[in-house]
């Protein structure tokens, strides 16, 4: 059985950090292309990051320069790094397994988490 498991979320002060953390069980994380979203109250689920099994990342709308995607294939892991977190940036936040090289959509998607909850006060 298929498992991503978040953590990492929590409140944190505008300006601050944090690292979520997306731990997979039941596959191989580096045969996939990894992604993080976002969802606010009342509005889709955003792309935020992505990583491809080769290492490739991207990023999305406002977070280039401040989050930062990476995959720790030893430990089955991906982890998303947020500075200079803003009030804008609460949302829950999802990983999810692709098995497709460009991902982009959350159609795209196969794997999901459960989600975890960032709060950002300014």
Known sequence: QVQLVESGGGLVQAGGSLRLS?????????????????????????????????????????VKGRFTISRDNAKNTVYLQMNNLK??????????????????????????GQGTQVTVSS
């Not at 997306?22 to 689920?45: D, I, N, V």
């Open 22 to 62: 997306c731990a997979a069980s039941g596959l191989t994380l580096s045969g996939y292309t990894m992604g993080w979203f976002r969802q606010a109250p009342g509005k889709e689920r955003d792309v935020v990051a992505t990583i491809t099994w080769s290492g490739s990342s991207t990023y999305f709308g406002d």
């Open 87 to 112: 009030p804008e940036d609460t949302a829950v936040y999802y990983c999810a397994a692709s098995v497709r090289e460009i991902a982009r959509t959350p159609e795209s998607y196969n794997y999901w």
